[in-house]
C-alpha cells in the first residue's frame, strides 16, 4: 500500500523568507509525485509534478519540488515567499506498479505567511 | 478554473438518509475520481469510473456507490448515512485512467456535506 507522510501540518512564516515543505512517500515501485495547493475558498490546485526524468521539477508560482527517490522524498520549496502563498499544501503519491488508479495524500500542511 | 463543476456546494442531511452529488467533468475528460476529505485530513480516494464502469475502489463501504454518464459526468451516492460521512467530497476529472500513469487530475470545488 502507498502512504504520504507531510512532516509539518503547520508552518508561519514572514514575507520574503524562504520554505521547505517536506513529504516522504512509502512506496516499493515506480511512481508519479504532486503537490496541490488549496487556496481559502477554493478548489485543490495542481503546483508541481514529478512523472520521470530530472528530479529537480518546476512549478508554478515560483515553487520547486526535489525528488530524492533514495530517500523516498519530495520536499517542496520558494525560496522567498508572500502573503498570497498562505494556504493548504498537499503531497501526493500515485503508485504505477499495481497501485491502482488513486492519489494517495498526505495530511496537509497549513502555510501561514504574515505581512 | 478547471472546468470540473460540483453540485450542490452546501448540503445537509439527516443521519440515515440517503444523498447524491454530482460532477461533470472538463471537456475532452472521460475518468471521473471520487474524493473524501474530512476536516484536517487529505483527500482519501473513494473510487474511479472510466467509460462508465468502476476501475478502481479505495477502502470505503458499499453504501458508497458511483455512477459514470455517457457524457463522463458522474455521481457520488451515499446511503444510510452516518455523522462520520460529514466531509468535503472531491471529484476529479482526468483523460484517461490514472494507472496508466503520467496523467493529471484536475479537482473540483467540492461539496461539502453534513450529516447531523
Known amino acids: 500500500a502507498q502512504s504520504v507522510s507531510q512532516h509539518n501540518h503547520h508552518v508561519i512564516l514572514s514575507e520574503a523568507a524562504s520554505l521547505e515543505l517536506g513529504c516522504n512517500y512509502s512506496?516499493?515501485?515506480?511512481?508519479?509525485l504532486f503537490w496541490y495547493v488549496q487556496y481559502p475558498g477554493q478548489h485543490l490546485q495542481l503546483l508541481l509534478k514529478?512523472?520521470?526524468?530530472?528530479?529537480l521539477v518546476k512549478g508554478i508560482k515560483g515553487f520547486e519540488a526535489e525528488f530524492i527517490k533514495s530517500k523516498f522524498s519530495f520536499n517542496l520549496r520558494k525560496p522567498s515567499v508572500q502573503w498570497s502563498d498562505t494556504a493548504e499544501y498537499f503531497c501526493a503519491v500515485r503508485g504505477l506498479t499495481g497501485g491502482g488508479n488513486k492519489l494517495t495524500f498526505g495530511t496537509g500542511t497549513q502555510l501561514k505567511v504574515e505581512l | 478554473e478547471t472546468g470540473v463543476t460540483q453540485s450542490p456546494t452546501h448540503l445537509i442531511k439527516t443521519r440515515g438518509q440517503q444523498v447524491t452529488l454530482r460532477c461533470s467533468s472538463q471537456?475532452?475528460?472521460?475518468?471521473v475520481s471520487w474524493y473524501q476529505q474530512a476536516l484536517g485530513q487529505g483527500p482519501q480516494f473513494i473510487f474511479q469510473?472510466?467509460?462508465?464502469?468502476?476501475?478502481g475502489r479505495g477502502n470505503f463501504p458499499p453504501r458508497f456507490s458511483g455512477l459514470q454518464f455517457p457524457n463522463y459526468s458522474s455521481e457520488l451516492n451515499v446511503n444510510a448515512l452516518e455523522l462520520d460521512d460529514s466531509a468535503l467530497y472531491l471529484c476529479a476529472s482526468s483523460l484517461g485512467p490514472l494507472q496508466g500513469g503520467n496523467t493529471e487530475a484536475f479537482f473540483g470545488q467540492g461539496t461539502r456535506l453534513t450529516v447531523v
Open positions: 469510473y472510466y467509460r462508465e464502469e468502476e476501475n
Open positions: 514529478y512523472f520521470s526524468g530530472d528530479p
Open positions: 471537456s475532452g475528460h472521460n475518468t
Open positions: 512506496y516499493g515501485g515506480t511512481v508519479n
